[in-house]
């Protein structure tokens, strides 16, 4: 069974830091180019970072660059998101997807993926 999991979700401080995980069961994560979406209530789910499955230039939407990181532990077949700055627009479901074809084209779209995590919730308040 492919599945996709989220952890590391939680709450922080303005300006403070969390880190993501995005891990597979059923599948190897390495041969997936895996984007982030966040999604807030009231509001469409937004595609704001990916990794392609080769090395090569990851991806950030303008909302969260300088702030976030993606990266990839290929050993724990893991992807990682590593938020730092944190705002309290950044408070949403936070959800990894895979692309099989393993590039990050079409990136920001949710149809551009094939399989998703159940998400994690990021709330960042004071």
């Known amino acids: 069974q492919v599945q996709l999991v989220e952890s590391g979700g939680g709450l922080v401080q303005p300006g403070g830091s969390l880190r993501l995980s995005c891990a597979a069961s059923g599948f190897t994560l390495n041969d997936y180019a895996i984007g982030w979406f966040r999604q807030a209530p009231g509001k469409e789910r937004e595609g704001f970072s990916c990794?392609?499955?080769?090395?090569?230039?990851?991806y950030y939407a303008d909302s969260v660059k300088g702030r976030f990181t993606i990266s990839r532990d290929k050993a724990k077949n893991t992807v990682y998101l590593q938020m730092s700055s944190l705002k309290p627009e950044d408070t949403a479901a936070y959800y990894c997807?895979?692309?099989?074809?393993?590039?990050?084209?079409?990136?920001?779209?949710?149809?551009?993926?094939?399989?998703w995590g159940q998400g994690t919730q990021v709330t960042v308040s004071s």
């Open positions: 997807a895979a692309a099989l074809r393993g590039y990050c084209s079409g990136w920001g779209s949710p149809g551009s993926f094939d399989y």
């Open positions: 990794i392609p499955s080769s090395d090569g230039d990851t």
